[in-house]
Every structure is written in structure tokens, then in C-alpha cells.
């Protein structure tokens, strides 16, 4: 008999060594997962821009507080640790699960009959009991918790990558409404001037009233532009507060440059030069995406949940020891306190339960399929977030030159239509339309500045950057 329980157990164990089998990723990355069209002068070689720490990447230092203290203090990311050390926690747990259960569980009993005296029974046994994995159950459940951990680590990095962008993108917009504000309070002294040289020719019968009201018109649209402006600088700045976990205050920021300085700025050369815009290997360019190490580590999280389900067709054996001390064992016990021993094994293989293991089994090797397929449009997704920001980068780089040269033109013209007009070879209209025309030109340009430092920040975080 017990070479029959030998050769059932051995042959059981062959039929599930499968069981053991370490996850191998099934599912190939799209081909040209960022496109056939990148742009030919941006380097695919080399060390990737998303290596650099984001320290490296923001050298401003304000920028760089900000980003330590929402790091710091930000409650989301605070939400990410604990997720982290509850999985840490569940981890423990799962390897904790190859060693027995040990259980100390005293009795004590009075008893009497028919008024009889009491007769006093103890026991003090200590009870130890262990599952056997020999189908791989408690290996599975192990290595499916080391997969949910890793997703809860990568789970931080996304989200501290996020904040790092978040924070980057508004200190930047900040800085965009600082310039547009430093713009509107130059053309407010620029169109003042205009304003009082037109009613200096209207009281001497050189211009007629029409002009004076035109041009203060206009002249109050900036007014009430400043104050928008204003008004958005200090919403911005409460969002950011509200960011880092702070109550509403100034925020310290550098200031915007001036055209002049655009091309010595290290930062503008990070947003406009095409040497800082460095995708990698191209082979290896999103192995750095907190995403896409999550949808593989939930994938091997899926496989070995399918291993553990698997498992639950064969037999679970479970080793039961007992002993201690009682005097209630009848005539064995001459002396009380003696002690005792039990040993028991147990094997149970399910026959019939319900169509439950077979359906468990089926919907958790439907789950696996189910991730296969949203790790690859994952990547399609990160490979199309990389295209955008790398389409934006090289419009906003395009559009730079043209920029600075349509400013530089219309300031001249309209110097030279402003002093036409104090000449009177000009009318108020031209006046007019050369002011606007040359704040329209600043305000883009700085809009696009913006957009340039939004371009290359959602690059490096499309390409991984952001997590260290």
C-alpha cells in the first residue's frame, strides 16, 4: 500500500512539474512603436534623454524646490508609498506560507455526574500543521504577490513622475503669464503715449475726436488685460499651492527671457535645439515607462494567478502534528501531565465542487489574454505620446525664428508708423493696427515659447523620464 501511495504521489507530481514554470513575456512590442516619421536630425542613439534624473533635466532652482517639496509632501504620492509597504506586507506574507502553523490551545474541563465529585481533565497541546506544496500553489501565490508589488513600485513612479511634470508645466505657465504681463505693461506706457499724442492733435485741430476715442478704447482693453492677467497669475499660483500641500502664497519663480538671451539660455537650447532631443536605442526607449513595466508585471501577475488556479485541480497534501500534555487519556495516563503525539497526513483531491475550479481557471486565463492585449496598446499608446511630443517639439522649434523676426519687423513698423503719425503722414488707424498687430506677435511668441518648454517636459515623461 504504501508503495502505491508512492508511485500515485510521484506520478501526480509529474503531471503538474508544469506548475513550476517562471513567467517568460509572450507578447511582442509593436514594430515602429513610435512612428516611421520621426524627425531625421533628432538623435536615436546613444543614452536616452529619459536617463537623466530630473535634477539634471530642470536646472532652474526654484524649480527644483518646488518639485522637492510637492515630492515631500504631495498627498497622492504619500497614497503611493502605502500601497507599496501594503503589498511589501502581503509579500511577507506569501512567503511566510512554506513554513507550518503552530497553535497553543489549552482545555480545561469539570465535570460531574449525578452529583458526583468533579473530575478535572486538561490538556496543553501545541499543534503544528503545514501544506505541502507539491503542485506549486504556494509558489504561484509567491510569485504573484512579488508581481502586485512591483506594480504598486512602478504605481509610485508614475505617480511621482506625474507630479514632476505637473509641477514643471505650471511653474512654466507662470512663467509664460509673467512675460505676457512684462509685454501688456510695456504696450500699456507704448499706447499711453500714442493716447496723449492723439489728444495733443485733437486740441489743436490736427485729429478728430473719433481717433482720441478709438485709441483710449484700445488703450483700455490692455488695462483690462493686465488685470485678467493678474487674476490668472494668482490662480495658477493657488493651484500650484494646492499642489504641494501648501496654503495659498507667492510662489518664487525666475523670470522669463528676454528675446536677446533666447539663444545663450541652456534652458531654450534644451527646448529648441534638436542635440537635447535624444530618444535612445530605439530598442530600449519606453523599457524606462512606469506604465509599461506595470501592464508586464500585471501580466505576470495574471500568469501566475492562472498557475495557482491551475494548481487547484491536483491534490493539496497537509502534514498535522499534536502534542503536549493531558490527563485525559483514559487508562494510557497513570500519572497526570503526561505527554502525548499525534501525527497525521492528509491528501484531498477534488472530484466535484461545483464546476468552481474549472470556472476559476477559465477566468483568470481569460484575464491573462485580457492584459496581453492592453500591453500592446499600451505601448501603442506610449509610442504615440512620444510621436506628439516630438511633433511638438519641432513646431514649436520652426515656429521660434519666425517668431522673434515678426516681432523685430512690427516693432519697426510700428515705430515707424507712430512717428508718421506725430508727423501727420499718418492716421490713427495705422497707428492703431501697427499696435496691435506688434502685441499679437509678442504674446504668440511667448505662447510658443511656452508651448516649446510643454513639448520637451511631455517628451521626457512620454519617454520615461521623471522617476529618479
Sequence with gaps: MKKIVLMFAASLMLTGCGLYNKYEKAVEDPADA?????????????????????????????????????????????SARIAVEKSEASLKMAKMAYLPSLYFAPQGTLASFDKSAFSKTYSLPLQLSMDVDVFGSITSKKRAAKAVLLQAQLGEEAV???LVSAVAQQYYYLLLLDRQLDILTQTDSLWNASLETQKALYENGKAYSTAVNQLESSYLSIKTQIVDTRRSIRSTENSLCKLLGVTPQHINRSHWLAEADYHTSSANQRMFDNRFLRLGVPAQMLEQRPDIRMANAAMEE????????????????TLTAQGGWTNSAGGMVIDPAKLFLNLVGSLTQPIFAQGKIK??????????????????QTVIDAGNQVNEAMADCEAAREKHDYYLRQVEVLHEAYTGTHELMDNGKASYLEVLTAQENLLSAQLSEASNMYKGAQAIIALYIALGGGVR
Design 302 to 317: 495574471a500568469f501566475y494567478n492562472t498557475q495557482t488556479a491551475r494548481a487547484a485541480f491536483f491534490p493539496s497534501i
Design 359 to 376: 470556472a476559476n481557471y477559465k477566468i483568470n486565463q481569460l484575464t491573462e489574454e485580457n492584459l496581453k492585449k492592453k500591453y500592446v
Design 34 to 78: 513610435f512612428g516611421n516619421n520621426l524627425i531625421s536630425d533628432v538623435s536615436t542613439e546613444g543614452e536616452s534623454l529619459a536617463q537623466m534624473s530630473w535634477r539634471e533635466f530642470f536646472t532652474d532652482p526654484n524649480l527644483q524646490t518646488l518639485i522637492d517639496q510637492v515630492l515631500a509632501n504631495n498627498t497622492d504620492l504619500n
Design 160 to 162: 511621482r513622475s506625474n
